[in-house]
């Protein structure tokens, strides 16, 4: 196999260029996160813009529930007005009437039984309604008993301060930078499925022009391969850069301390992550005429990704847990859970040179495997292939 270092840079190029002016290339950038994170502040404010709700409810516990109380959330005042009832069969006919939005009833014997009973035409209510409850039935249950400093310490039990403990001291934790790594896993999550996006379409799309034919007059499938790789990598590059950028605001704001040592960590996962995905689907797709034929292929490689996001308690919570060591060594799901476990805890070095090394065999197969399937797939315009067809190809001597 010989590389030619200017042709897979000049195919690199091209790839660029003919990339960032797709529409498909805007959308996924810029335009979807912007109406992703519009939706989302939008959401946020309207699931408290509610100017008053109306409570029904039947005190058998002699609560003592005022007639209104006025509560404050991110800036918007809800007035709650609590409707007494004698009759829960009338409480309850009024909330399917509408005239009410819910029904409380304290039991008699809510003391020793803890419970209480919430009618609403909603499958979850409002948590305005159960926050106040709560407000009340603590007032209830310690007035008297304690003072108000006590009083004061229920309601808000702790200012929980969290300090990271290394042999190089100790640094303070923030809830934004616990976040991060989340943030970091659906970053490499989103990126890996635009990235499969951009690649399906941009070599089906050439082979379906024939332009891929005129590229392999010009070099040979390793160059052409390498190149589509480099360029597509380098398109995906920039499409992470403009939404680290959307994320800077926030980082600067809240001052948000991002450990040198996580972030070389994650980025150096992120492009052993990247490598192996990119040259796996870049020789998948390019089996392909149809992104409809090729997408039942790649989504099973694409849905693996999730795995590690369902087990993102676990991984967090007990990032020694068995379960997080295997994914950690599994190169589909190792960049996510690798840098998961990495901000939670201190790796010991046997297991993240085990994992890299994983990793880097993994992407050297994935690369020979691809260019094995792309000599091959470039030039094939068969329809209906089945997985069958792909595992004879790979191992067709």
Not at 75 to 89: L, M, P, R, V
Not at 217 to 230: D, H, P, Q, T, V
Not at 314 to 332: C, E, G
Request: proline fraction near 4%.
């Amino acid at each position: 196999m010989k590389l030619n270092i200017k042709k897979i840079l000049t195919i690199g190029k091209r790839e660029v260029l003919s990339n960032i002016k797709r529409k498909q290339f805007l959308i996924a950038t810029i335009i979807g996160p912007l109406i992703i994170i519009a939706l989302a502040i939008i959401g946020s404010f309207m699931m408290f813009d509610i100017k008053e709700i109306k409570v029904g409810y039947v005190d058998e516990f002699g609560l003592g529930i005022p007639n209104k109380v006025v509560e404050n959330n991110f800036g918007k005042n809800t007035t709650i007005y609590f409707i007494k009832y004698e009759n829960i069969e009338k409480g309850k006919e009024d909330v399917l009437n509408k005239s009410i939005d819910a029904l409380i009833v304290i039991p008699k014997d809510y003391l020793d039984s803890g419970k209480i009973i919430l009618y609403s035409t909603t499958k979850s209510p409002n948590p305005i309604i159960t926050d106040t409850l709560n407000k009340f039935l603590l007032k209830k249950l310690l007035k008297g008993k304690v003072d108000n400093k006590t009083y004061n310490r229920v309601i808000n039990p702790m200012n929980l301060e969290i300090y990271s403990v290394s042999k190089k001291g100790f640094e303070k934790e923030t809830f934004l930078s616990q976040l991060l790594p989340i943030g970091f896993v659906f970053l490499l999550y989103m990126a890996i499925s635009s990235l499969s996006g951009i690649i399906v379409s941009s070599i089906i799309e050439e082979k379906q022009n024939r332009i891929m034919e005129l590229l392999l007059c010009y070099s040979s499938a390793e160059n052409l391969m390498f190149g589509k790789i480099l360029g597509i990598s380098a398109v995906g590059l920039l499409q992470i850069g403009i939404w680290v950028l959307f994320a800077l605001p926030i980082i600067i704001t809240y001052a948000v301390k991002v450990s040198l040592y996580l972030a070389i960590f994650a980025l150096i996962y992120f492009v052993l992550g990247y490598l192996f995905y990119s040259s796996l689907l870049c020789g998948l797709s390019s089996l392909f005429s149809h992104p409809k034929d090729a997408s039942q292929l790649i989504s099973p490689i694409i849905i693996i990704q999730i795995i590690p996001i369902m087990f993102m308690n676990t991984i967090m919570v007990n990032p020694n847990h068995y379960m997080a060591k295997i994914l950690s060594y599994v190169p589909f799901t190792a960049p996510y859970a690798v840098v998961l476990r990495a901000s939670v805890t201190q790796l010991p070095l046997i297991e993240i040179v085990l994992s890299t090394a994983i990793m880097i065999v993994s992407i050297v197969i994935s690369f020979i495997l691809s260019i094995k399937l792309f000599k091959i797939g470039v030039l094939l315009y068969e329809e209906n292939l089945t997985l069958k067809r792909v595992i004879k190809i790979i191992f067709k001597k």
